[in-house]
C-alpha cells in the first residue's frame, strides 16, 4: 500500500525557513516522479516543485513563484522528499501535499500547514 507522510509544518514569520519532509512506503522510491503541491484556502491545489527519479537538480522544475527561494531534493536510500522554503512570504501560507508518480497512478500524502504570518 502506497504511503506518503508529511512533515514539518507550522507557523514562521516572513522571512523565515521551514523544511518539510515526506516519508514514503509501499513502492519503490526510485521510480518515482515525487513533487510538492500547495493549496490555499479558495484556491486550487497547485504545483511548488518536482523531481525526477535521479534526484539531480537538472531533473528539477520550480514554480515561477517559489524559484530561487525553495530547494526540493530527494534521499533514494530513505525514501524521503524534501522542500526546503527560505524567504517565506504571507502568500505561502497553504495546506503543503507530497505527490507520487508512478506510472500513470498518482499517490497523495495527507498534506502539512504552513502558516507565514507575523
Known amino acids: 500500500q502506497v504511503q506518503l507522510v508529511e512533515s514539518g509544518g507550522g507557523l514562521v514569520q516572513p522571512g523565515g525557513s521551514l523544511r518539510l519532509s515526506c516519508a514514503t512506503s509501499?513502492?519503490?522510491?526510485?521510480?518515482?516522479?515525487m513533487s510538492w503541491y500547495r493549496q490555499a484556502p479558495g484556491k486550487q491545489r497547485e504545483l511548488v516543485a518536482s523531481?525526477?527519479?535521479?534526484?539531480?537538480?537538472?531533473?528539477?522544475n520550480y514554480a515561477d513563484s517559489v524559484k530561487g527561494r525553495f530547494l526540493i531534493s530527494r534521499d533514494n536510500g530513505g525514501n524521503r522528499v524534501y522542500l526546503q522554503m527560505n524567504s517565506l512570504k504571507p502568500e505561502d501560507t497553504a495546506v503543503y501535499y507530497c505527490?507520487?508518480?508512478?506510472?500513470?497512478?498518482?499517490?497523495w500524502g495527507q498534506g502539512t500547514q504552513v502558516t507565514v504570518s507575523s
Open positions: 509501499g513502492f519503490t522510491f526510485n521510480t518515482a516522479v
Open positions: 523531481i525526477g527519479r535521479s534526484g539531480s537538480s537538472a531533473s528539477t
Open positions: 505527490r507520487a508518480l508512478l506510472g500513470t497512478y498518482i499517490g
